[in-house]
T-cell receptor, first 111, second 118 residues
Framework: DQQVKQNSPSLSVQEGRISILNCDYT??????FLWYKKYPAEGPTFLIS?????DKNEDGRFTVFLNKSAKHLSLHIVPSQPGDSAVYFC??????????FGKGTSLLVTP | GAVVSQHPSWVICKSGTSVKIECRSL??????MFWYRQFPKQSLMLMAT?????????EQGVEKDKFLINHASLTLSTLTVTSAHPEDSSFYIC??????????????FGPGTRLTVL
């Protein structure tokens, strides 16, 4: 049963514009959320995270928003750059350190 | 970030053979490592948690006798796929938890191993 869902398998954005990647979760016990970036044939690399006690966390061009009542989080990238093209995974954690991943959203930033 | 390596990066084997995949944390000691598998266009699914010096903890539905995990040192965990079959073909990714905080974002992933079983 998929507890973390990324319903958009792909997204195409023009360079310089905002990229918004969405993620929904079903388990209310999750209290920490992370976004990972993954290139083909490589492992995921950590991008940004947010604790359930916050509703926003910002790091440079990347901002993650958390709406606990809706069990929804989103990753905003602004401005988007061609080098941001990759697959982005949303992950959630509750008890323990194991992560529950979504299926990923493939972002393509076009020049 | 920290470095986690996997070997081999790609392996092709015949059905019925066993394959060993190594996961190493190169610049830190990891008491806890994780093994994930990813099918095409699917999410990373946690298979098991590997704890140094003790038995691995397997997720529901993962056969512990088929996927043998050994975490014999603080820098090495191995996953052995025994009697591999074509349905075991997948991308296997390990991760290592970096102490001391062991925070969620201190989990570093290896580059993955592509297993193809003919």
């Amino acid at each position: 049963d998929q507890q973390v869902k990324q319903n958009s398998p792909s997204l195409s954005v023009q360079e310089g514009r905002i990229s918004i990647l969405n993620c929904d979760y079903t388990n209310s016990m999750f209290d920490y959320f992370l976004w990972y970036k993954k290139y083909p044939a490589e492992g995921p690399t950590f991008l940004i995270s947010i604790s359930s006690i916050k509703d926003k966390n910002e790091d440079g061009r990347f901002t993650v928003f958390l709406n606990k009542s809706a069990k929804h989080l989103s990753l905003h990238i602004v401005p988007s750059q061609p080098g941001d093209s990759a697959v982005y995974f949303c992950a959630a954690a509750g008890s323990g350190y194991a992560l529950n991943f979504g299926k990923g959203t493939s972002l393509l930033v076009t020049p | 970030g920290a470095v986690v390596s996997q070997h081999p990066s790609w392996v092709i084997c015949k059905s019925g053979t066993s394959v060993k995949i190594e996961c190493r944390s190169l610049d830190f000691q990891a008491t806890t490592m994780f093994w994930y598998r990813q099918f095409p266009k699917q999410s990373l699914m946690l298979m098991a948690t590997s704890n140094e010096g003790s038995k691995a903890t397997y997720e529901q539905g993962v056969e512990k006798d088929k996927f043998l995990i050994n975490h014999a040192s603080l820098t090495l965990s191995t996953l052995t796929v025994t009697s591999a079959h074509p349905e075991d073909s997948s991308f296997y990714i390990c991760s290592a938890l970096r102490p001391p905080s062991g925070a969620y974002n201190e989990q570093f992933f290896g580059p993955g191993t592509r297993l193809t079983v003919l």
